[in-house]
């Protein structure tokens, strides 16, 4: 599950821009995806209508400068740009780190942050009918705590038409695809460059998805900062080895604000023993390196369960040298008897 986002804004605003997105869910799969979609497409759009705290007045999201124990009032724009009445759902949304290493702003309670969260702060969605070509203000109160705020606190205000869907068909499935789109919002009570990013290495497990063996690493980002441009270098040692077993990386990750996403490492071609091992990440942001490591065992009972989904590929070219080896032998040995028997005297 994730949102795609535009690469090329900042790495502290790519985030938070305007996303459009479609929701598709496929029938045969319990799991929702999201890819872009085009506001035309969706039937309706959503724009901020910015106050006066907007620390850059040139961007189309909420980036907001909020002090300590304040109402915010953010108002959005909800514009129905189809021929017919529609039903819309306006919430606030928390953002969150997607295991493929993007931001995703799509409602969901088990990937939450750590508090305080925009949703904690703001006052509930909301549910209303728009007529054709009708526009609607919606405002949303966050309430800041007395306390204020460290670092960021990064959300959402997500429109969904929960009652229009278009229907794709295949031979052997159905996809139903649902429009959403989500405009974020960024509060910060101070410079957000004080805050440095940060990077743990917690829980590392053996496991299958989609019938897919993989390690996986928990990887959490503990401080109220987002971050991107972010590669990460996992390898797999015996614990206390030095040669590497298995090794994986990814570029172009982000990790939003105080939250944690998976690192996948899959195990192919080479079956896992049962044993201790060693999980080490080198991770690069920037000019920022952190180099993690975490121990974790592997039973006999989850050794079995994993390698029953590893397809072992031989390696058959020692044969093939043999072989080769053979042939230029009976070569050299016909082509000593052929000469041999040539410059034998006739009787």
């Known amino acids: 599950m994730f949102i795609q986002t535009h690469k090329t804004a900042s790495p502290h605003t790519w985030p938070l821009i ?14 929702i995806h999201a890819t872009p979609a085009n506001s035309t497409g969706a039937g309706f759009t959503v724009s901020a209508k910015l106050p006066d705290n907007q620390i850059d007045p040139t961007q189309s999201y909420f980036d907001l400068r909020v002090k300590p124990d304040t109402a915010q009032p953010l108002t959005v724009i909800v514009a129905n740009t189809s021929d017919r009445a529609r039903q819309l759902t306006v919430s606030p949304t928390n ?52 306390t204020g705020i460290t670092g960021q606190v990064l959300g959402a205000i997500y429109v969904t ?24 919002v960024n509060l910060q009570q101070t410079d957000v460059n004080k805050t440095k990013p940060d990077l743990k290495l917690h829980r590392v497990h053996a496991t299958i998805s989609d019938k897919k063996p993989l390690v996986v690493a928990n ?31 990814y570029k172009h990750y982000a990790m939003a604000p105080r939250t944690a996403m998976n690192v996948m490492m899959p195990i192919t071609q080479k079956k896992l023993a049962p044993g201790h091992y060693t999980f080490k990440l080198t991770a690069k942001s920037g000019q920022r390196v952190w180099h993690l490591a975490r121990n974790f065992t592997i039973t006999q009972q989850t050794a079995q369960k994993v390698n029953r989904h590893i397809t072992v590929k031989r390696n058959w070219s020692w044969l093939y040298i043999i072989l080769g080896v053979v042939a230029a032998a009976l070569l050299v040995m016909l082509g000593y008897l052929f000469g041999h028997k040539r410059q034998s005297p006739q009787k």
């Open 18 to 31: 305007l996303i459009t997105w479609l929701i598709a869910t496929l029938t045969f799969l319990p799991t």
């Open 161 to 184: 038409d929960r009652n229009t869907t278009q229907t794709t068909a295949g031979k052997s499935f159905r996809i139903n695809n649902r429009y959403a789109m989500a405009l974020g």
């Open 219 to 249: 990887l959490v980002n503990p401080q109220p900062v987002l971050f991107g441009g972010l590669s990460l270098t996992s390898r797999i040692f015996h614990q206390g080895g030095q040669k590497s077993l298995y090794t994986n990386t």
């Open 95 to 146: 953002a969150w780190t997607g295991d493929n290493g993007q931001v995703s702003y799509r409602p969901n309670k088990t990937r939450q942050p750590q508090a305080p969260t925009f949703t904690s702060m703001t006052s509930a969605g909301v549910t209303f009918q728009l007529a054709a070509h009708e526009a609607k203000p919606v405002t949303f109160v966050t309430r800041i705590p007395k």
